[in-house]
């Protein structure tokens, strides 16, 4: 039998995790970009976890990010589906500029963009979690 899975609406997306993620954290910035002058970035960002220490990080954009997240090395990098949308999935050992495995993919949309990562999951974890995302 499947595991139960949550629907989890953030921002365009949906997510279906299994049941033991819950919502760590949520919050919602206005954030100005450097240029052009007096433009304003809205930053949503999601964190659920998982017994075990597993966690996604979702952050959203619009119109797109304010600034890097810091270097990121990828030792390997390969196709995959989120939302129905072809992605490419990064695995790190350099991530945001920490010494970190994470699992890593963006989704660029019509005026904003879209990042999720994971900590503490396999990358067959991660790929049903980007399969079974839909679009809100």
Do not use: I, K
């Not at 699992?103 to 503490?120: D, F, I």
Request: charged share 15%; aromatic share 10%.
């Amino acid at each position: 039998m499947a595991a139960a899975l949550t629907d989890w609406p953030a921002g365009p997306l949906v997510l279906a995790l299994p049941a033991a993620y819950q919502l760590a954290h949520h919050s919602t910035e206005r954030v100005p970009l450097p240029f052009p002058p007096e433009t304003l970035v809205q930053e949503d960002f999601w964190r659920w976890e998982a017994p075990g220490g597993a966690a996604l990080h979702l952050f959203y954009w619009q119109p797109r990010a304010p600034r890097p997240g810091g270097p990121m090395r990828s030792v390997r990098t390969w196709p995959a589906q989120l939302a129905g949308q072809p992605v490419q999935v990064h695995e790190t050992d350099l991530f945001m500029g920490w010494a970190q495995r994470a699992l890593v993919t963006h989704l660029p949309l019509p005026a904003a963009q879209l990042m999720l990562c994971a900590t503490g999951l396999s990358p067959a974890e991660f790929e049903t979690v980007l399969e079974g995302a839909r679009l809100a």
